[in-house]
């Protein structure tokens, strides 16, 4: 019923930058709402990246990653973005965007809080 559909994978050299996107009808439940990002690497377990929690905007982002990847949502409601700068072939992965089935004023990155999952998108970072 709640749909996600991530967006703006690719192939970058590593330092290179990405910005993905996870699209949703989600704003129209809830004034603030919550996504995650997670990836996974061939062979990995997921793991999470970063999460908001809109208006109240609490944002969460895993150690790999923080100084490096932005979360932010676009001015039009249900948008999510990841900014990822400064890639390393270690950010290679499959990268997902998540809502949870409760809502909290504070997001984590525990994947088992995240009930709706979108496609994922390719990132891959190689010279």
């Known amino acids: 019923q709640l749909r996600l559909v991530e967006s703006g994978g690719g192939v970058v050299q590593p330092g290179g930058s990405l910005r993905l996107s996870c699209a949703s009808s989600?704003?129209?439940?809830?004034?603030?709402?919550?996504i995650g990002w997670f990836r996974q690497a061939p062979g990995k377990e997921r793991e999470g990246v970063a999460c908001?929690?809109?208006?109240?905007?609490?944002?969460n982002y895993s150690d790999s990653v923080k100084g490096r990847f932005t979360i932010s949502e676009d001015t039009a409601k249900g948008t999510i973005h990841l900014q990822m700068n400064s890639l390393k072939p270690q950010d290679t992965g499959i990268y997902y965007c998540?809502?949870?089935?409760?809502?909290?004023?504070?997001?984590?990155?525990?994947?088992?809080?995240?009930?709706?999952w979108g496609q994922g998108t390719q990132v891959t970072v190689s010279s």
């Open positions: 998540a809502a949870p089935v409760q809502w909290s004023r504070i997001c984590d990155l525990q994947s088992g809080h995240y009930g709706y």
């Open positions: 989600i704003a129209s439940l809830d004034s603030s709402y919550i």
């Open positions: 908001i929690v809109t208006n109240v905007d609490n944002i």
